[in-house]
């Protein structure tokens, strides 16, 4: 059984209300992207959730599978939002493997028994296998970093993304794995993610109306997914186990159409 402490259960409430939300202006994106009639728009809502759908299924039977690409994703998601917000156009590999690195694995790193425990209940098997593995992520986190501050003595926002990511490693140094995760996806993630949008939806999208409505019923439906999710689970795992596994797999399950969205389409258009 895996029981979440208070301090965890309010880190994954503002993953819940905050962070998971910031995904619901994806239908400002699409419409940024072109699908702009209800014909289209209506496509884009089907595909959104086929896509769903088919990462909760394929976590079902396939969950180690399933888990160490999200956490791939992550990575590479986090990384590339990283870069878009330093605005540079050059390292674009080397920052987003950087950045996204110094998140996933500095939280693993400073609670390795914490996230591993997470882990092996999110994937029903035993991932303490992979702790055997982990110098070889250190050890290219560790090569990306020296080249990451060699080249920041030639570009300059570089150096922001320096103390950006020592600051990420302190505070995960110092708190819980999920709290560590849930403070950087809230406030670093989904802030950078936010501030974007609404810059592109300000400037390109006339029916600022569509914005908020749409972003509202995402957000909305969400949540009730969400909750209907935590309901059914409860019925053979206790109310902490549901709202984790809710939560993780949600993210994984929205991440996958999301990132296809935000970093294949909409990075090339506006970046």
């Not at 962070?19 to 202006?25: N, Q, R, T």
Request: with cysteine; aromatic share 20%.
């Amino acid at each position: 059984m895996y029981e979440l402490s208070l301090i965890s259960l309010i880190a994954l409430c503002l993953v819940s209300f905050i962070g998971v939300p910031h995904g619901s202006f994806d239908g400002a994106v699409a419409a940024l992207l072109g699908y702009k009639s209800k014909k289209q728009f209506l496509l884009f809502i089907f595909l959104y959730t086929i896509i769903s759908i088919v990462v909760v299924i394929f976590w079902i039977y396939f969950p180690i599978i399933a888990l160490l690409i999200f956490l791939f994703m992550s990575i590479i998601h986090f990384g590339l939002c990283d870069w878009s917000y330093l605005n540079i156009k050059n390292y674009k590999w080397l920052i987003t493997l950087t950045h996204g690195m110094n998140i996933i694995f500095g939280i693993i790193y400073f609670h390795r028994e914490e996230a591993f425990k997470i882990f092996s209940f999110l994937s029903n098997e035993n991932f303490n296998f992979f702790q055997n593995y982990l110098y070889i992520a250190y050890s290219i986190y560790l090569a990306l970093a020296i080249i990451y501050f060699y080249c920041s003595f030639k570009e300059k926002k570089m150096r922001w993304g320096i103390l950006e990511m020592a600051l990420i490693l302190i505070i995960a140094s110092q708190i819980d794995p999920l709290t560590g995760f849930a403070l950087y996806f809230c406030f670093v993630h989904t802030t950078k993610h936010v501030r974007a949008v609404l810059k592109n939806t300000n400037k390109y999208i006339d029916n600022k109306n569509f914005v908020l409505k749409s972003t509202a019923i995402f957000t909305l439906l969400t949540w009730l997914g969400g909750c209907a999710a935590i309901i059914y689970l409860s019925n053979n795992l206790s109310f902490s186990e549901s709202f984790i596994k809710t939560i993780f797999i949600g993210l994984a399950a929205l991440t996958l159409p999301h990132m296809t969205l935000i970093d294949f389409f909409y990075r090339k258009k506006f970046n």
